[in-house]
Nanobody, 126 residues
């Protein structure tokens, strides 16, 4: 069974930074496209970022582009989300997710991801 374990969330002031991590087990990490989503109370789950297993240029949601950076270390089975210049609007539960090996399109859509982590809370104070 594929398992994703997230860490790195917490409370920060506006303008600060956090780095989230997600460790994947159960299958070769290099075969997964790895994405990040977030969900605030009363709102739909929102696409944040994705990096493909094959590499290349990551994709970002409009609200985080220029502030967040996604990366991966295949040797350590880990994906990261570096979050800079945080705003109160970034407050949410952040989830990492992995696709099946043959999923290559529509990676901004949550339904394209087969495996999900438990989520980690990020709170940005004003």
């Amino acid at each position: 069974q594929v398992q994703l374990v997230e860490s790195g969330g917490g409370l920060v002031q506006a303008g600060g930074s956090l780095r989230l991590s997600c460790v994947v087990s159960g299958r070769s990490f290099g075969n997964y496209n790895m994405g990040w989503f977030r969900q605030a109370p009363g709102k739909e789950r929102e696409f944040v970022a994705v990096v493909r297993w094959s590499g290349g240029t990551p994709l970002y949601g409009d609200s985080v582009k220029g502030r967040f950076t996604v990366s991966r270390d295949n040797a350590k089975n880990t994906v990261f989300l570096q979050m800079n210049s945080l705003k109160p609007e970034d407050t949410a539960v952040y989830y990492c997710a992995a696709t099946d090996y043959n999923t290559a399109q529509n990676l901004r859509v949550a339904g394209r991801y087969a495996y999900w982590g438990q989520g980690t809370q990020v709170t940005v104070s004003s």
